[in-house]
């Protein structure tokens, strides 16, 4: 049982370049996250999804965009790379059990550096 | 809406004292409300969980945290802290019919030798 894995761990970008954050979970689970973590800083939620086809903005979408055309994964498009989004990014993703909230499960992160 | 807050950016304590860090949260419904700790260049790691149920909850590591609805807190406990404990935790929530999972700005916990 792999979890939520994340590619790639570390990436550096050029301004104005794009690239796809990969995240693929194994555990069936619906609800999917995308976060970003800046230096010494908290989470902040960046997309969501409740399950295939479905997805929404989180606290801070601008400049990403997502999809979720199956279950499993739910890769972050990054367009137009820019100096701000220099960050490290999670995945998350959880279920519902009985009608309540499980814990989250997240992945190792993706170290991504533009320049 | 929801929100969850993390008073303090440190918390220092002593070895085999006990720590507490603390945790205050903003939803609309029943609270679900989670720990999570970090530790250098990793991912966060599940500490414990308030679904439902005794307000005193026990989870991994020997820590604990108390639900308090009238306080609207959900602060982390450990009896007896580790230079080990030394991390980066983090406080979350969501809510009943809540797709979102929001994390506090997280607390840095050094436990001194």
């Known amino acids: 049982n792999a979890g939520v894995t994340q590619t790639p761990k570390f990436r550096i970008l050029k301004i104005g370049q794009s690239m796809t954050l990969q995240c693929a979970q194994d555990?069936?689970?619906?609800?999917m996250y995308w976060y970003r973590q800046d230096p010494g800083m908290g989470l902040k939620l960046i997309y969501y999804?409740?399950?295939?086809?479905?997805?929404d903005k989180g606290e801070v979408p601008n400049g990403y965009n997502v999809s979720r055309s199956t279950t499993e994964d739910f890769p972050l498009r990054l367009e137009l790379a820019a100096p701000s989004q220099t960050s490290v990014y999670f995945c998350?993703?959880?279920?519902?059990?009985?009608?309540?909230?499980?814990?989250?499960?997240f992945g190792q992160g993706t170290r991504l550096t533009v320049v | 809406a929801q929100s969850v807050a993390q008073p303090e950016d440190q918390v220092n304590v002593a070895e085999g004292n006990p720590l507490t860090v603390k945790c205050t949260y903003s939803?609309?419904?029943?609270?679900?409300l989670f720990w999570y700790v970090q530790y250098p260049n990793r991912g966060l790691q599940f500490l414990l969980k308030?679904?439902?149920?005794?307000?005193l909850v026990k989870g991994s590591y020997g820590f604990e945290a108390e639900f308090n609805k009238s306080q609207t807190s959900f602060h982390l406990k450990k009896p007896s802290a580790l230079v080990s404990d030394s991390a980066l935790y983090f406080c979350?929530?969501?809510?009943?019919?809540?797709?979102?999972?929001?994390f506090g700005t997280g607390t840095r916990l050094t436990v001194i030798p």
């Open positions: 979350a929530v969501t809510s009943t019919g809540a797709n979102n999972l929001f």
């Open positions: 998350a993703s959880r279920t519902n059990y009985r009608g309540m909230n499980t814990e989250a499960f």
């Open positions: 939803v609309s419904g029943n609270p679900y």
């Open positions: 999804s409740v399950g295939a086809g479905i997805t």
């Open positions: 308030y679904i439902t149920g005794d307000n």
């Open positions: 555990m069936n689970h619906n609800y």
